[in-house]
């Protein structure tokens, strides 16, 4: 080759890759811009904004020396309407490949396997393995909420939730000898799986014991709460929750082999893709309520950083 042809090959070149660079610089800081798109961006070319880039088996690394701001920010500024509207769009998503991170990935690794749940890369002394992250999908939370009758026999608005009772309560409102009957805790948690509570006897004219279990599944053969005559006792219980394909979300059976008043407590439950009604959490009581509550945690979580106990 001629050294005046190799001059303009050379000159082409260059004008090609400053071509493709002043496009990648103007897709990123000019709004409508319309970036270059390469059929792939060779190692050491520029990441073109809105264009697949195929690094091949090299990796891309983002640095920043900054002691305050985060290394990469990644937004995508869609947002959810009043009425709909746009849906919120993910600012990265992590392809499934495979069904776990391999385990000799570098600690603090991310990966999402084959049901796209995320899997992370941790460090553990001498070696590096990886396990999946708890999410809702693969690990339950106990949610308290603020202590809640859900029922008290002994009056009619504390029977509201009772669904059966017509036939199983007597005209006191105890449950009779041998009955069953079903209360609803729709309104206060969304498929929950499991409900705290405590159970209280009172009024019952023989000894017996009550039971408590899952709505909609068959009675177990054991008791929460064995009582004598006349006797006003409280047992703590921590059952399933159960559910059916109409209008109950949550829910609890509840058994006495003595006619007796009964009363349930619940205290907390447990969710992973259920949820519970914010209104009776304790976050979700009044505004200088939750402002007195975020505070202490805010305090507490100061504490947890800067703090050791004594036993590490």
């Known amino acids: 080759m001629a050294e005046s042809e190799k001059s303009t090959v ?16 103007a897709g990123a800081g000019v709004a409508g811009a319309v970036a270059a798109t390469p059929a792939q961006a060779a190692p050491g070319d520029p990441v073109v ?12 690394t983002v640095t920043s020396n900054s002691p ?18 746009v849906a919120v769009g993910p600012a990265v998503q992590l392809v499934p490949h495979g069904n776990w991170l391999n385990d000799e990935a570098p600690a603090g690794s991310i990966a999402a396997d084959e049901l796209g749940l ?7 002394p001498t070696f590096t393995f990886s396990h999946a992250v708890h999410t809702t999908f693969n690990s339950n939370t106990i949610v308290p909420i603020n202590p809640t009758r859900v029922v008290d026999t002994r009056n009619l608005a504390g029977r509201a939730r009772i669904l059966n009772a017509a036939g199983n309560l007597d ?21 929950p799986t499991a409900v705290l509570l405590t159970a209280t006897v009172t009024g019952q004219g023989a000894a ?25 006792l409280s047992n703590f219980v921590f059952s399933g929750s159960g559910w059916d394909d109409t209008a109950v979300a949550s829910g ?35 505004a200088s309520s939750q402002s007195a509550v975020s505070s202490a945690a805010a305090a507490r979580a100061q504490l947890v950083k800067k703090t050791k106990p004594s036993w590490r």
């Open 10 to 25: 050379d000159r082409r070149r260059l004008l090609r890759r400053a071509g493709t660079v002043a496009a990648g610089v």
């Open 49 to 60: 904004q809105g264009a697949t880039n195929n690094a091949g088996t090299a990796s891309t």
């Open 68 to 85: 305050t701001a985060p290394t990469l920010i990644l937004s995508n500024p869609n947002e959810t309407g009043p009425e709909g509207g």
């Open 118 to 124: 995320p899997w992370v890369s941790v460090q553990y």
């Open 171 to 191: 005209s006191a409102g105890r449950l009779i000898a041998g009955r069953s009957v079903s209360v609803d805790l729709s309104d206060i948690a969304f498929f």
């Open 208 to 232: 017996g014991f009550l039971t408590v279990w899952p709505y909609n599944t068959a009675r177990p053969t054991v008791s929460n709460v064995n009582y004598s005559p006349g006797q006003n």
């Open 252 to 286: 609890l059976s509840v058994f006495s082999s003595q006619t007796t008043h009964f009363l349930l407590d619940v205290v907390a439950f447990v969710v992973g893709d259920g949820s519970v009604n914010p209104e009776f959490t304790v976050t979700g009581a009044t």
